[in-house]
């Protein structure tokens, strides 16, 4: 019984394993560090990372532990290509940033900058880019998103802390100075990438992002996936609050989203587990049956003892049979007749 519990367990184990796989993957982002080799890889070389449609649109890109473990011994440097699939355009909004500033002057210690790429048939071919593009403004300070931007130019209604390229490609060009940070001085950075849609009305799964603050009215000629509106993450680089008008004021909510998915996940397979266990036991079913005990894989050793004791034991003569070509000794009478 104990082999035929142990042979259920694995087969459970492994279809919990594979439905958890599957509940992590139905996460509607991807996520990379500045930490990962392909994006800030050692080599210097300057990788692409591509967004596709639907639930594959969005990337987030931030850091891991880098910035809290920065030195300022060495100057940090670093450049990447976000590319949309399918001809689409492509979004970058900066939802959290931490890049030092001089006090005096205003200029950036540390910065971000974005610029407008168009990879050629090398890059493409060799997925190494060589960026000759002209980065424009040095993006740092302080930014938490979403934030409330009230719309006080309507001839240029973008978030301020946004990039937008037409043709699907943004280089981006991160620089940490080599200077140490002060006790009250802390790094970091997350920007988000959103594929969109050209459009002039909701499509489908694809849902308008608005240029004004209530979400309605003035048409932007852009659509994203309907999935990322109002889940924490600002993908529509307008003033406003664009695709995040429900309030959620915490770029934490995808964290938490996230992770409740994950530890949900994780208790529902405890207990599911569990469920089938119980089930197998209280009705006698695949290797707590009576009936087919022999004939599950579970009681092939318990045959194969039988199988090894039926081998190994001495076979003795049957009493009632005899050989018909031997012949029997003679009788008493016949070899004492006067006796």
Not at 144 to 172: Q, R, W
Not at 186 to 195: E, H, Y
Not at 211 to 231: M, P, Q
Request: glycine content about 6%; hydrophobic content about 35%; some cysteine.
């Amino acid at each position: 019984m104990g082999l035929c519990s142990g042979y259920v367990m694995r087969k459970l184990l492994f279809t919990v394993i594979y439905l958890d796989y599957f509940i992590v993957l139905a996460v509607p982002y991807i996520n990379n560090t500045l930490d990962e080799d392909k994006v800030c890889g050692l080599n210097r070389v300057s990788k692409t990372l591509t967004v596709g449609k639907d639930d594959r649109s969005v990337l987030i890109i931030g850091q891991k532990r880098y910035f809290s473990e920065f030195s300022g011994e060495y100057q940090f440097q670093c450049s990447f290509v976000v590319k949309a699939s399918f001809n689409q355009g492509i979004f970058a909004v900066i939802q959290k940033m931490k890049l030092r500033k001089n006090a005096s002057s205003n200029s950036c210690i540390d910065y971000l900058q974005f610029c407008h790429f168009k990879s050629n048939s090398v890059e493409e071919l060799t997925g190494i880019n060589f960026i000759k593009c002209k980065f424009g403004r040095q993006y740092c300070g302080e930014v938490m998103l979403p934030s409330k931007f009230e719309e006080t130019n309507k001839a240029y209604p973008y978030n301020p802390n946004a990039f937008e390229d037409e043709g699907g490609e943004i280089a981006v060009k991160i620089f940490i100075s080599p200077k140490s940070l002060l006790p009250n001085e802390s790094l970091d950075l997350v920007i988000a990438f959103t594929a969109y849609q050209r459009c002039a009305r909701d499509l489908g799964s694809y849902k308008m992002c608005y240029r004004n603050a209530n979400g309605s009215g003035i048409n932007s000629g852009t659509c994203i996936y309907k999935e990322h509106f109002n889940d924490g993450v600002v993908n529509c680089p307008y003033i406003g609050c664009a695709d995040e008008c429900e309030g959620k004021d915490e770029l934490s909510n995808m964290s938490t989203k996230v992770t409740m998915t994950a530890v949900t996940s994780i208790f529902l397979s405890f207990f599911l587990f569990l469920g089938c266990i119980w089930a197998c036991r209280y009705f006698e079913m695949l290797c707590w049956s009576v009936q087919n005990i022999r004939r599950t894989p579970c009681s092939n050793q318990h045959d194969a003892e039988e199988n090894v004791e039926d081998t190994f034991a001495p076979s003795a003569p049957s009493l009632t049979e005899h050989s018909p070509d031997k012949d029997l000794p003679p009788s008493y009478e016949t070899l004492f007749p006067d006796s």
